[in-house]
């Protein structure tokens, strides 16, 4: 569940986002990682019931979200990140500038931490040039080639993936199928049970 502050309706499940005679939560998996999940999430996204970064944060446990400010990193992010532990910024390798581009998940690393903007891309984008922290990180793009499912608002680019779709990629890289698997399939009951939480119906209407 995202922090105090997230416009969710008193009407709406405070967990799935979802009017509460569709919620979802009955079906919400508990899912274990050697990975950890820190969402950094631009403010304007909190109020924003198409969010999907909170079906991460409700399912991995572990998994925290971070507000993103630009004068004032978040102190429990920076902690997280610092060494020894081995850390990446997920992040589309084109837009990465002079960054460090990582191929790939160092397959030493016993627990990964990466880094999610959970924002739209442009404020991603401002993100990124705005905080030096984030841009010491190395960049680690997923797989070319991957489709979006996600419905709830119009994408710029087709391969723009959802912060619930860029998690299950992560899973995937570093072998962990059936986690991948359950979280894709609770991220989908999701973008299902939305259009009837919105418009009245019943999830089977």
């Excluded at 569709?22 to 899912?31: E, F, K, T």
């Excluded at 979006?148 to 680019?157: A, F, I, V």
Aim: hydrophobic share 45%; net charge positive.
């Amino acid at each position: 569940m995202y922090p105090p502050g997230a416009a969710v309706s008193a009407a709406d499940c405070q967990h799935c986002h979802l009017r509460r005679d569709v919620c979802i939560c009955a079906s919400r998996p508990q899912l274990a990682s050697r990975a950890g999940f820190h969402l950094l999430v631009h403010p304007r996204e909190l109020h924003k019931p198409t969010n999907t970064g909170h079906l991460v944060v409700d399912t991995l446990a572990g998994a925290q979200w971070h507000i993103w400010s630009r004068l004032q990193p978040p102190a429990e992010l920076l902690a997280a990140l610092a060494p020894p532990r081995t850390s990446y910024l997920v992040f589309p390798a084109q837009w990465a500038g002079a960054m460090s581009v990582a191929g790939a998940v160092d397959r030493h690393c016993v627990a990964p931490q990466f880094v999610l903007l959970d924002a739209t891309w442009q404020q991603a984008r401002k993100m990124l040039r705005q905080s030096a922290y984030l841009r010491q990180l190395p960049l680690l793009p997923l797989p070319a080639g991957l489709h979006s499912c996600y419905s709830l608002r119009r994408r710029r680019c087709a391969g723009h993936l959802a912060t619930a779709e860029a998690a299950v990629a992560l899973l995937r890289m570093i072998g962990e199928a059936q986690q991948a698997a359950r979280l894709d399939s609770y991220y989908r009951l999701f973008l299902r049970h939305f259009g009837a939480s919105r418009n009245g119906r019943g999830p089977g209407a």
